[in-house]
C-alpha cells in the first residue's frame, strides 16, 4: 500500500473528513461529520470520491416523496431533527423510542418548523424541563454543551446566591469536576466541596 493521501477538511457531498481512521479491504477508512444531522461515521475513501456514500445514513431512515412533499426543507437540517424526533416519540419499533409527551400538531413538519424555526448549525432539539414533553414552550436548539448542563443526572449546587452544575462550579472557580464529585461523595459541606 502506497502513502496515504491527507483528506482532512475535504468535503463530499454531505460528509466532511475529520481524520484518519484505518486501512481496511486496501482501502483508508475516514471518519466524517454527517452535514445533515451532526452524526460522525466511518467512511471508505473510494465510497467518498464516488459518492456512494453521501450522508452517515440518516436520509434512509425517512422514505420522502417529492411528489407530496412542498414545504422545500427535505432533507435539511431542520427536518432530518424532527423526522428523528418523530420517530423517537411516535415509532415504538425505532431503537431510541421512548414514550414522551409531545405536541400532536408536530406531526406535520410545517408545524414543527413554524414553532421552532430553523435548526441552528451545531444545534439539536432539547427540552428544557426534562420531566415534561416536546412543546414549543419546552423546547430549544441547543448545542451538545448545553444539552450535557440540561441532564437530569446533573449535580446542581447553590452556594453564596449562585445555582450551577458541578461542570459550571469546576470552571467558575478553576476546580477539577472530578474534585467536586469526590468532595459530594465524601459529604462535605457546600463550602468545603467548592473550596480551592
Known amino acids: ?110 408545524v414543527f418548523l413554524q414553532d421552532m424555526g430553523e435548526r441552528p448549525e451545531g444545534c439539536s432539539i432539547d427540552r428544557i424541563d426534562n420531566t415534561k414533553g416536546y412543546y414549543k414552550e419546552n423546547c430549544r436548539w441547543a448545542t451538545q454543551r448545553e444539552q450535557c448542563r440540561n441532564k437530569s443526572n446533573n449535580v446542581i449546587l447553590t452556594y453564596n446566591g449562585l445555582t450551577m452544575c458541578a461542570t459550571d462550579w469546576s470552571e467558575y472557580l478553576g476546580i477539577n469536576t472530578d474534585t467536586i464529585r469526590r468532595r459530594l461523595k465524601r459529604g462535605l459541606s457546600i463550602e468545603s466541596v467548592l473550596k480551592k
Not at 10 to 29: A, D, F, G, M, P
Not at 50 to 77: F, L, Q, V, W
Not at 78 to 97: A, D, M, P
Open 1 to 110: 500500500m502506497g502513502t496515504i493521501k491527507n483528506m482532512v477538511g475535504e468535503r463530499y457531498s454531505n460528509l466532511t473528513v475529520l481524520e484518519y481512521s484505518q486501512i481496511k479491504n486496501n482501502n483508508s477508512h475516514w471518519i466524517c461529520r454527517c452535514e445533515i444531522c451532526g452524526n460522525k461515521t466511518e467512511v471508505s475513501r473510494p465510497n467518498l470520491r464516488s459518492g456512494n456514500t453521501k450522508d452517515c445514513g440518516c436520509m434512509k431512515s425517512e422514505k420522502i416523496s417529492n411528489a407530496t412533499t412542498t414545504h422545500g426543507y427535505s432533507r435539511s437540517p431542520t427536518w432530518v431533527s424532527w423526522s428523528k424526533l418523530r420517530q423517537r416519540i411516535i415509532t415504538k419499533k425505532n431503537k431510541t423510542y421512548a414514550s414522551i409527551d409531545y405536541d400532536k400538531r408536530w406531526e406535520d413538519f410545517e
